[in-house]
DNA sequence: AACAATACGGAGGTACCCTCCGGTTGGCAA
DNA sequence: TTGCCAACCGGAGGGTACCTCCGTATTGTT
């Protein structure tokens, strides 16, 4: 789904026609969430509904490329917090971080389900990308003892979205939520 | 959405239909999740699409009627569990009883949503029984002291909808995710 | 038996999904 | 420049679903 195809590049309306859809996509996922009309994005980006489906196959490819960028910010993120924060604060924030941004851009909930969905083959590079933020910023933590030794990387991005879906109604309580996710329900000791 | 009006009983054809609507409806929310499609309901019910949406407005209120004999038990888990558990185990494991329902019947997660949803006036009833019950079986917990002060029913409601929603491509993983949730990211010391 | 009141059903207008294919366009080679 | 063909476009078309509306049928009551 890159705006080239692995060999020669693509040909200029082709290109042209692409990015007008992503631009459209962005704007209609933000607008009406992630299952906003495809054929109003098609026609929106000025376009027949059949170009849409030739560059997107799937509803999902659409909002994989929307968010692509957004999820590469989103690892860069944790790389970040791996470097500046205890790890376990680190690992707070960062879910947090997801939690709140998927509430702004709602598509990213269900391209953060996929990822987590092992049998998804359409993602590998951002499960791999991802995963491996979540991997980083876990292992730093597990390293300094202040992380259960059973807690997994894809546990970390489970959480991130049970977060997110559940805060959804509610974003006020995100925090106090996430709260309860990492401290548990017990009175601090 | 009960089988009377408040004043005269139903006609009979009328309540014949009403539980045929639901008896299908059971059976295509478990088959195909929670947006099954309504006229194939209305179809295989033996009754016209106009039927439906008489007795049902909206999807939610088909969900609501099919749903609410379960959400009646979930509520009385909560109430027996108050009683032959420890605080904080009951806690456990009514979120846990959530969860993995929700799992089984579909349906059930976005009445959840609606329940936790203050603003949807359609659902007072189930909404009051669930959140009664969370209360009753948070009480304990508080005034046992084994819970955080600032636990709030409809925290716990929140967090067995994230919990249902995060697991649901990974149920082995439920309880894991839940001892995460309950106790912490921290090992135990 | 006759008459309201109540309930039925499905046609119809709209929207969306996705596929398929005749027509168009861009870029390269001559 | 011209011409050619692979690459690309667009949207009609067939299918499904949503929800409304209203002429028709059924019920139960007098």
Request: a neutral charge; aromatic letters at 0%.
């Given at each position: 789904m890159s705006t080239t195809t692995g060999q020669r590049p693509m040909r200029a309306d082709a290109r042209r026609n692409y990015e007008r859809l992503l631009a459209e996509a962005k704007e209609s996922f933000l607008e009406h969430g992630a299952d906003a009309s495809l054929e109003e994005i098609a026609r929106r980006a000025g376009v027949g509904i059949g170009t849409l489906y030739r560059h997107f196959p799937t509803r999902l490819a659409l909002q994989e490329a929307v968010y692509r960028e957004e999820m590469e910010q989103l690892a860069a993120k944790a790389y970040e917090l791996a470097e500046t924060s205890p790890p376990d604060e680190g690992i707070a924030a960062w879910i947090l971080a997801i939690a709140e941004y998927s509430r702004t851009k709602r598509g990213l909930v269900q391209i953060l389900k996929a990822t987590i969905d092992l049998h998804s083959d359409q993602f590998i590079s951002c499960h791999d990308q991802i995963e491996t933020a979540a991997e980083t910023i876990l292992a730093r933590a597990h390293a300094a003892g202040?992380?259960?030794?059973?807690?997994r990387p894809c546990d970390l991005l489970r959480l991130a979205h049970a977060l997110s879906v559940a805060s959804e109604r509610a974003p006020e309580d995100t925090e106090l939520l996430l709260s309860f996710m990492l401290d548990g329900l017990r009175p601090r000791s």
């Open positions: 202040t992380a259960r030794p059973d807690l």
